[in-house]
C-alpha cells in the first residue's frame, strides 16, 4: 500500500508565478490535510478537506492560497502570484476518517521562490 | 485555544547515552499527544500516540513517552541514542472526540555525536 504522494518534491518559482503542489492520498483515505513548514518553525494547519468538500480553512491566508480535492485526482494546494514569504516546506497528511491520530504524512513539496 | 511547547530547540547527546526530550501542552482537558520525527528532507513518521489509559506509551524505534497529567507534560525518552536517531522531533497535540486539527510544537533538533 503506497504511502502519501507528493509531487513535485521540489519547486521553484519565480515572484508572481503561480504554484499548483499536489498530494495523493493513501488508497482508501478520503480526508486530506496541509500543512505548512517555515525554516526553524514547525507545521502550521493550513486546510483539511474531504473529497469536494472544504472542512476547515482557517489556516489559510485570505488571499492567493486555495485548496481543492476533486472527486477524482490528487488533491491540489495553489498558491497564486507567490512571494518570497511563502518559501516553505508543504506537507500534505492523510487519514480514512476524521480522526487526527490517523494522519499519516507526505514526503513534502519544498517550495522555493526566487 | 491548545498550544504545544518543546521548551528545547537543539539537544546534543553521546551516542549510546539515554535522552528525554521535553513537551508541555495547554489545553482544557486531556487531549490525543503525539510525538513525531522529521528526518532532514523527508516528511513525518509517527513515532508514538496517547489517548488514555496507561500513561507509559510505547513506540517504535525504542522510543517511550510518559504522560503526566499533573505537569501536562508529554515527554520522550529512548534509553540508548543511536546515530541514526539524529533528527528532528516535533510533538503535537489535537482535541478528543471528532475532527480537530493537529497543533505542532516548534521541535527539538537532536544531534547525536560519537
Known amino acids: 500500500n503506497a504511502g502519501v504522494m507528493q509531487n513535485p518534491r521540489h519547486l521553484v518559482r519565480r515572484r508572481g508565478q503561480e504554484a499548483r503542489l499536489r498530494c495523493s492520498p493513501m488508497?482508501?483515505?478520503?480526508?486530506v490535510y496541509w500543512y505548512r513548514q517555515l525554516p526553524e518553525e514547525g507545521l502550521k494547519f493550513m486546510v483539511y478537506?474531504?473529497?469536494?468538500?472544504?472542512?476547515?480553512e482557517s489556516g489559510m491566508p485570505k488571499e492567493r492560497f486555495s485548496a481543492e480535492f476533486p472527486k477524482e485526482g490528487p488533491s491540489i494546494l495553489r498558491i497564486q502570484q507567490v512571494v518570497r514569504g511563502d518559501s516553505a516546506a508543504y506537507f500534505c497528511?492523510?487519514?480514512?476518517?476524521?480522526?487526527?491520530?490517523?494522519?499519516?504524512f507526505g514526503p513534502g513539496t519544498r517550495l522555493t521562490v526566487t | 485555544a491548545q498550544s504545544v511547547t518543546q521548551p528545547d530547540i537543539h539537544i546534543t547527546v553521546s551516542e549510546g547515552a539515554s535522552l528525554e526530550l521535553r513537551c508541555n501542552y495547554s489545553y482544557g482537558a486531556t487531549p490525543y499527544l503525539f510525538w513525531y520525527v522529521q528526518s532532514p528532507g523527508q516528511g513525518l513518521q509517527l513515532l508514538l500516540k496517547?489517548?488514555?489509559?496507561?500513561?507509559l506509551v510505547q513506540g517504535i524505534k525504542g522510543f517511550e513517552a510518559e504522560f503526566k497529567r499533573s505537569q501536562s507534560s508529554f515527554n520522550l525518552r529512548k534509553p540508548s541514542v543511536h546515530w541514526s536517531d539524529a533528527a528532528e522531533y516535533f510533538c503535537?497535540?489535537?482535541?478528543?472526540?471528532?475532527?480537530?486539527?493537529?497543533?505542532f510544537g516548534t521541535g527539538t533538533k537532536l544531534q547525536v555525536i560519537p
Open positions: 503535537a497535540v489535537a482535541p478528543l472526540g471528532g475532527y480537530q486539527k493537529v497543533t
Open positions: 497528511a492523510s487519514s480514512r476518517e476524521s480522526y487526527a491520530y490517523e494522519q499519516y
Open positions: 478537506l474531504q473529497k469536494e468538500n472544504i472542512i476547515d
Open positions: 488508497k482508501g483515505h478520503s480526508h
Open positions: 496517547y489517548f488514555s489509559g496507561d500513561t
